[in-house]
């Protein structure tokens, strides 16, 4: 027997237990393998090399004419060719036929109401509205801005506005003078479905016997809404194959010749994304596909390598930092907040002045339609346009002829916008009832890190909500507990905490809780009046409330583990620009921050308001100034001329799909039905 080799282990019983001879362990010295030892190896460089030499394609096919880019939001999915300047936006809503009881299509009412008074008792409470008490420090708050800026208030104007619009009566337009009148959906019909413009057409679907649903909401599938999974996945395949049909007339046959770019959101649910792709993939059958998050393609539209992404979404708004071309992850935060609460408390501000459409249901799709014409109009964020002017609007309503209305209002169109800054007017427990989230298991060998919920940014956030640390005297354990940090005003030194700590520390005792008249911060750069210091610190006494208040089957469960609190959701009630801030805190120390806070590019619909760039400049620059060493001015990037910042993502994504470096991030139908997520895993690096 060779040296080196031991003798085979004798059983003392003598009897062998199999036939099969066992070999004896390898030395690996003697071991030489290339096996998966080289890049040309692998599954995904074999698979490339396969396409290569399937590839087929026509040598005048424009770049990018194969390849479908799909971009689906709260409101409207843009699809288009990666070769189109623009995409195409339709509606994401669905109406079918169903049997009765057919649901009714009610709003979850994410503003607040003024408390209905009661006129048949006599009883007078002496407890104050609290919607008077929001409302009040809101317009302290902008009256204080107003002053700073030497504009002068014009203290009667809501009186003159109310005795306006009560009074006004509305101007008919005649059917052949009307260059926009609607073509209505006709109320007997033997459709099965309807989407998108179609849907918003029919004029009272319930009686029509539709159920009107949105297959996505908040960034996740609308599972508030829909009986289950499966039905949402539906209506999104109705969506996609029929406007593939009808706007770019690609059949279901052609899918195989056609790659597809998802953009997803930055704050993805697995599921979502794994579901998506399923559907893409699987079920429609598109020869391969890319999924891109929407910060790392608005960098795209925009043509810039680091950036901190606003996007500002019509149920959601998601904020991120991007740098060369990654998504930091735990600068991560998703706000519970978007247009369609602008809208929302637009039409309660119009109310309170008599609004002259006194028939508005906003629970309608043509009521809701003149809501957000008006607020696409109306809105503003510069105080230099707040002015009691007169403006007018139309309503079209089924079997009914064309008004033409007449409104009156003074601080009501940039009250509605400043709940981005002033979140305490959104009722954020209503919004996530009957919320339904999907089971957890989506692994598939990717391990579910609670990180991937709740991110560095989303803990800086809400850290003044974590328990305080004990005294001194207290054992460690319980000091370890207590997860290392300090409520504001807490005597802690600084130095037995890290660096991020201390910061977190810091930005309460500079920004306090102080009330909404307060004069400190005079030394703020660049205009900025003592009234926004206490604004990003005002909604923690609103976070409180709403921790303290929350039932216990609202949402998705408390994250297990250190925290001890409900962190996504309590940082979803964040203001804009304090969300920011600690996005851009969260990706390192002072030089990140400068870098982002000097790069913040803001995209989705709401970015069309008007001084919405000066609003956001001057609230960063009041927070970084006394928190940021040297800190230079806030600059927010304007996207790209001529580019729509509704469609800045789609627009990147589309980029990104005409460039040849896109080939090492495509996953195939055989990557995905071998390697599921993983797929993902390898060739987008974000999971």
């Not at 159920?211 to 996609?240: G, K």
Request: glycine letters at 6%.
């Amino acid at each position: 027997m060779p040296r080196g080799i031991p003798n085979a282990r004798r059983d003392d019983t003598g009897f062998r237990y199999t036939t099969f001879h066992v070999p004896l362990v390898a030395n690996p010295k003697h071991m030489s393998t290339t096996y998966l030892k080289s890049e040309s190896q692998t599954i995904w460089a074999r698979n490339a090399k396969n396409k290569a030499s399937e590839e087929n394609l026509p040598t005048d096919s424009r770049r990018g004419s194969q390849v479908i880019v799909v971009h689906p939001g709260s409101r409207s999915v843009l699809i288009g060719k990666a070769s189109d300047v623009s995409p195409t936006s339709v509606p994401n809503v669905v109406a079918r036929k169903c049997k009765p009881p057919v649901p009714e299509f009610v709003r979850i009412e994410g503003a607040s109401r003024p408390r209905k008074r009661s006129s048949d008792t006599g009883e007078e409470t002496l407890e104050q509205d609290p919607f008077d008490e929001k409302i009040s420090a809101i317009t302290i708050s902008l009256r204080d801005r107003m002053k700073f800026y030497k504009l002068r208030v014009t203290h009667n104007a809501t009186t003159i506005a109310s005795t306006f619009n009560e009074q006004f009566k509305p101007e008919i337009i005649a059917e052949y003078n009307d260059p926009f009148r609607v073509e209505w959906t006709e109320k007997v019909s033997d459709e099965d479905v309807y989407f998108g413009e179609k849907a918003l057409r029919l004029a009272d679907p319930q009686k029509a016997g539709y159920a009107l649903r949105y297959p996505i909401y908040a960034a996740n599938f609308n599972l508030r809404d829909y009986p289950s999974l499966q039905v949402v996945l539906s209506d999104l395949e109705l969506i996609l194959r029929t406007t593939l049909q009808e706007k770019f007339e690609v059949d279901s046959k052609d899918y195989k010749d056609y790659s597809v770019i998802l953009v997803i959101p930055d704050n993805y649910d697995r599921t979502y994304v794994r579901e998506f792709v399923n559907l893409l993939l699987i079920t429609m059958g598109f020869k391969q596909i890319c999924a891109q998050q929407e910060s790392l393609a608005a960098t795209y539209g925009a043509g810039i390598s680091n950036a901190c992404v606003v996007n500002i979404g019509a149920t959601t708004t998601s904020v991120a930092c991007v740098d060369e071309g990654m998504v930091l992850a735990d600068t991560r935060m998703s706000l519970n907040i978007g247009g369609d609460d602008i809208t929302e408390f637009l039409y309660v501000l119009l109310k309170r002045i008599n609004f002259p459409y006194r028939d508005l249901d906003i629970n309608r799709a043509y009521d809701w339609k003149v809501m957000e014409d008006l607020k696409n109009r109306l809105c503003t964020l510069s105080e230099a346009d707040v002015a009691l002017n007169l403006y007018d609007f139309v309503v079209r309503r089924p079997d009914r002829p064309t008004e033409k209305y007449g409104l009156r209002a003074y601080d009501e169109i940039i009250l509605a916008p400043m709940c981005l800054f002033e979140p305490r007017v959104i009722e954020f427990d209503k919004k996530r009832l009957g919320l339904r989230y999907f089971s957890k298991n989506v692994t598939e060998e990717i391990i579910d890190h609670q990180t991937d919920r709740v991110t560095n940014a989303m803990v800086i956030s809400t850290q003044h909500l974590m328990p305080a640390t004990l005294p001194p005297d207290s054992s460690p354990k319980q000091n370890q507990a207590a997860g290392n940090t300090s409520l504001p005003g807490t005597n802690t030194p600084a130095e037995q905490l890290d660096p991020q700590a201390a910061m977190v520390v810091d930005e309460p005792e500079t920004l306090p809780v102080v009330p909404a008249d307060g004069t400190d911060g005079t030394d703020v750069l660049d205009g900025q009046d003592e009234s926004k210091l206490p604004t990003p610190s005002n909604p923690i006494q609103t976070a409180e409330a709403g921790a303290n208040n929350a039932g216990p089957n609202q949402g998705p469960p408390s994250p297990v583990g250190e925290f001890s609190i409900d962190i996504t959701f309590e940082a979803s009630k964040l203001p804009l620009d304090v969300a920011i801030f600690n996005s851009a805190r969260a990706a390192g120390g002072d030089d990140k921050i400068r870098k982002y806070l000097q790069a913040v590019l803001v995209v989705g619909g709401v970015a069309h308001t008007s001084g919405m760039r000066h609003a956001l400049e001057s609230r960063l620059q009041a927070i970084a100034t006394p928190l940021v060493p040297n800190m230079e001015k806030v600059q927010i990037i304007p996207p790209p001329k001529e580019v729509d910042p509704v469609v800045l993502a789609w627009k990147g994504a589309a980029v990104l799909g005409k460039m040849d470096g896109v080939s090492d991030l495509w996953v195939t139908q055989s990557d995905w039905d071998i390697l599921g997520m993983r797929a993902l895993k390898e060739r987008c690096f974000y999971l």
